[in-house]
């Protein structure tokens, strides 16, 4: 069966930084799109990066030059290193995996996706 496992959210200050971690297992992610998701209290999940099997990334607007995600092929576990981090960034943070078929354009929406982690919480106080 094939699991995603996020990690590594936690209860960080604002300006301070997180590391999430997404472990997955039953096979290999290393060749295929993933992305990472949040969502707020009370809002639809939005998206936050996406990486395409080629290694190219794609970063919501509002993340630019804050985040970065990458992957450790050897590990099959995708990163997504967290700086400056402000309140609004509060949220469970999802990654994703397995486009689906007549998947959208730039595979940026929750609805590209079949397979989820659980999520991790990530909590950025004032």
């Known amino acids: 069966q094939v699991q995603l496992a996020e990690s590594g959210g936690g209860l960080v200050q604002a300006g301070g930084s997180l590391r999430l971690s997404c472990a997955a297992s039953?096979?290999?992610?290393?060749?295929?799109?993933m992305a990472w998701f949040r969502q707020a209290p009370g809002k639809e999940r939005e998206f936050v990066v996406r990486?395409?099997?080629?290694?190219?990334?794609y970063y919501a607007d509002f993340v630019k030059d804050r985040f970065t995600t990458t992957r450790d092929i050897t590990k099959n576990t995708m990163y997504l290193q967290m700086i400056s981090l402000k309140p609004e960034d509060t949220a469970v943070y999802y990654c994703?995996?397995?486009?689906?078929?007549?998947?959208?354009?730039?595979?940026?929406?929750?609805?590209?996706?079949?397979?989820w982690g659980q999520g991790t919480q990530v909590t950025v106080s004032s």
């Open positions: 994703a995996g397995d486009l689906k078929y007549g998947h959208s354009y730039y595979y940026t929406l929750p609805s590209d996706y079949i397979t």
């Open positions: 039953g096979r290999t992610f290393n060749s295929y799109p």
């Open positions: 990486i395409s099997a080629s290694g190219d990334t």
